[in-house]
């Protein structure tokens, strides 16, 4: 449809249709044989409005699809068809791994194309929209919505938020199989207060624009089509009302053009902020600040016309808002296919099976492996035993279409494996485990421990497990520990006991044969970090880049008491950011800084010395020595996961340029300063130093 057909159909529309366009209802509203459902009577819709409705969350498939918008359009006066979205945040009904184990791939590439999957699935059956990638920085463990975040860094976020948004929208939404993204949560959602959901935030404006707004940015430019508003406040203010964050900054500063929506019900949670006394009042607050599709509440439905008509909000900002919902339609293709290709192709069948299991691999963390214990060897008899060996709890939270029944369990997957000799089952009587050669224990949370709502103040394993892992170690040393968790979790009471640990995160469907594809050596890990590993939850919030102190702590004089440490833990994580080991022997053998003028190369080179191929991601840090404002211990710049063959070399180079110096300022502008900056080159965020760099301005 061509923009002056859309300005005409925008022209046609009641002030109440042009409102019933900003308000998203889930598919209970909808009953096919047109009666008046409950869900309706409680928001007190009549038909009218309801067959003006722009958008609707949370349908599951096809059919459902095909029916509500045939009956939809059946009824409305218009003919402008609905706009259906959902939680798509790793797969759709096959579950990719978690998006903090994404992160962790430290593959950017790897994220596009799970994405890129996910969209042609979802849009099989129906789905326009997708509520990710989450772009929250996160640094508090007891936060469970980590689980959905891209971890602690928000270069590395940057990076991922970036590769989501490219995956899910492709070369354009024109391609039926791509569907749009919205970036989410703006702003500031990772600071809640003790880690606890729907909590507090309360953050600096340098912080804001140093750590927070990056993601969100990378996601905009690469075209995120929508944004959704936190349920925190900031400033004082809920986001939601928020007109600072949602038009100065979010408009203006970062130059979005797409549309604004709400989290779910957030517009009624005003009244429960007591920034607002009625649905007149939040509304008003609500648009005037910002937010243009009200998810899940009538206030929009029922207070805006009131509004409008009062003169209280002008209709004019109305049609410039539903202009931009008609605009996404009309790119969607839905106004010549309102059911976007759904009756020409019923259903998808790519099998993502392969994909899954080898999409899982890469995010698998290998923490520990002393005595070079993995992988394991065809002659090796193995004990298998923990909470979590049989369980197929392995997909993770917001897998609401994946089928747990049908997930692989480490136990199954070791059955049907032909790498392993004799695999002893779990056993009640421990002393067993003396007869065989090695004992995977896995362990770890349930699926329904992290996610949102999901908050905790105890990050350590179940006693249960942690007394698992200690009986057995009486009987047999040779320990691998597998540990399945949607956050980092505090080891500390059983990392001594294990000579080996996978940090499997969630992993998704094909959980348990990708983690035996790692543990048997079929798949060298490759994975890192993306959130440090705590000693004790009292640490938290923790990260590698916190900003540094007029007491630093002392590595080399660690005892000294008046310094920023604490009385009862080793300073800094168990592991860190950054972190995770290959079956390869890859050393950083030679680097060199090129100085320029306004940039600087950094070269170096990997030599494997192993007999196995293997991959290892090599970062570079940064620090400003001398600063306006207090800035980061250090910083991660750049980092290039790279492939290097057994008894072979690889040169690489990082460029680094001036924008990668620039920080912002007190006044909130970005720039470079004159001055040293120190370089660290390694294979975590404890990277040696390389050298310095001298940018005179």
Known sequence: MEQEQLLALLQKMTLEEKIGQMVQLTPTFFSEDGEITGPMLEMGLNFEQLNSIGTVLGTHTKEEVINIQKNYLAQSRLKIPLMFMADVIHGYETIFPIPLAMASSFNPELVEKMAHLSAKEASA????????PMADLVRDARWGRVLESNGEDSYLSSKMTESYVKGYQGE???????????????????ESQGGKDYNTVDISDVVLFQDHLPSFKAAIDAGAKLVMSSFNIVRGVPVTANRYLLTDVLRDKLNFE???????????????????????????KAFEAGVEIDMMTDFYLHALPELVKSGEISEQKIDETVMRILELKNELGLFEDPYRGLMDQLSYEE????????????????????????????????????????????????????????????????????????????????????TVDKVIIAVGETGSEAGEAASKTNLKLTLQDIETIKQIHQWNQN????????????????????????????????????????????????????????????????????????????????????????????????????HGLNYSEIELSAAEIINGVDSLTINYTLTNHSDIDGQEVVQLYIRDCTSEVVRPVRELKHFEKVSVDAHSTYQGSFDVQLVDLAYVHSDLTRYVDSGTFELFLGFDSYAPKLGEWEYKG
């Not at 059956?125 to 990710?132: D, E």
């Not at 019900?265 to 509304?283: C, F, G, N, P």
């Open 125 to 132: 059956a129906g789905i326009h929209v997708t509520f990710s």
């Open 172 to 190: 354009g939404l024109i391609n039926k199989q791509n569907i749009a993204a919205c970036v989410k949560h703006f702003v500031g959602y990772g």
């Open 258 to 284: 797409g549309i604004v929506i709400s989290d779910w019900a957030a517009i009624s949670e005003l009244v429960q902020h007591r920034v607002a006394d009625s649905k007149y009042s939040a509304s008003k």
């Open 351 to 434: 099998d993502l099976r392969v994909e899954s299991r080898s999409i899982a691999t890469e995010t698998l963390v290998l923490l520990k492996n002393q005595e070079s214990i993995l992988p394991i060897k065809p002659t090796d008899k193995i004990g298998l035993a923990g909470s979590k060996v049989n369980s197929r709890d392995t997909l993770g939270a917001w897998s609401w279409l994946g089928k747990i029944d049908e997930s692989i369990s480490i136990a199954e997957a070791f059955k049907d494996s032909e790498l392993i000799i004799d695999v002893a089952e779990q056993i009640v009587d421990f002393d067993r485990f003396q």
């Open 479 to 578: 320990i691998i520990l597998v540990v399945y968790a949607g956050r980092p979790l505090d080891l500390t009471d059983v990392e001594p006991f294990a000579k080996a640990i996978l940090y499997a995160w969630f992993p998704g469907s094909q959980a348990g044969n990708a983690i035996v594809d790692v543990l048997t050596g079929r798949v060298n890990p490759s994975a890192k970090l993306a959130m440090s590993l705590p000693r004790s939850v009292g640490q938290m919030p923790l990260h590698y880049n916190h900003y540094s102190t007029g007491r630093p702590f002392n590595e080399n004089n660690p005892t000294i008491r008046y310094m920023s440490r604490y009385l009862d833990v080793i300073e800094g994580p168990l592991y860190s950011f950054g």
